[in-house]
């Protein structure tokens, strides 16, 4: 059974670019979540997805967006790269229609993004 | 506001002792889980135990285990026994019932001595 799969796991932008990350969550898991971990920092929410839709958001601009696909799977787009946006990005996902708040979150490896 | 802290930067422990890692957290809410979250190396964080707060008995988890106290707000990690395959960050956490954001702490990085 394979877990939470995360592409690519390392990335190099420039300031101003757009990026997009990649997430394919645990097998029987339809909510996935997004995390941005700045170096030294703990995980900061970015957003969650249930059903294709946006179901809460954290404190980020508009800038971050993402998508959710029929088959659970995730994308999170970054534009206008900023300097600041050099992080890991985790991804998360959890079972049981997202009941919100105590569910067990199993997370991907991250995806080391880079800006220049 | 939610808030997590953790004071402890950097901890170290021999190899087979026990050693506690220390987490405050802040909110006004009644309703809410707590966790304890291990990220080695690979990057991966790991679940390592989850306390209901409406629960007063402590979480375990075979080495590990917490120290809930609901009225400080405040939620330990004692790990005992310690191995070799225990070093990493570790992360405490909240989340508050109904909702979908989990509030993560700056972390506590340990080192386990041979």
């Known amino acids: 059974d394979a877990g939470v799969t995360q592409s690519p796991t390392h990335l190099i932008k420039t300031r101003g670019q757009q990026v997009t990350l990649r997430c394919s969550p645990k097998s029987g898991h339809d909510t996935v979540s997004w995390y941005q971990q700045a170096l030294g920092q703990g995980p900061q929410f970015i957003f969650q997805y249930y059903e294709e839709e946006e179901r809460q958001r954290g404190n980020f601009p508009d800038r971050f967006s993402g998508h959710q696909f029929p088959n659970y799977s995730s994308e999170l787009n970054v534009n206008a790269l900023l300097l600041g946006d050099s992080a890991l990005y985790l991804c998360?996902?959890?079972?049981?229609?997202?009941?919100?708040?105590?569910?067990?979150?199993?997370f991907g490896s991250g995806t080391q993004l880079s800006v220049l | 506001a939610q808030t997590v802290t953790q004071s402890q930067p950097e901890m170290s422990v021999q190899e087979a002792e026990t050693v506690t890692l220390s987490c405050t957290y802040d909110t006004s809410e009644s309703d809410y889980y707590l966790f304890w979250y291990k990220q080695p190396p690979s990057r991966q964080m790991i679940l390592v135990i989850r306390?209901?707060?409406?629960?007063?008995q402590n979480a375990t988890e075979n080495r590990f285990s917490v120290n809930f106290q609901k009225a400080a707000k405040s939620f330990s990690l004692k790990i005992s026994d310690s191995q070799l395959g225990d070093a990493a960050m570790y992360f405490c956490?909240?989340?508050?019932?109904?909702?979908?954001?989990?509030?993560f702490g700056t972390g506590t990085r340990l080192k386990v001595l041979a």
């Open positions: 998360a996902s959890s079972p049981g229609q997202g009941l919100g708040g105590g569910e067990k979150l199993f």
């Open positions: 956490a909240s989340a508050i019932s109904g909702t979908y954001k989990y509030i």
């Open positions: 306390q209901e707060a409406y629960k007063q």
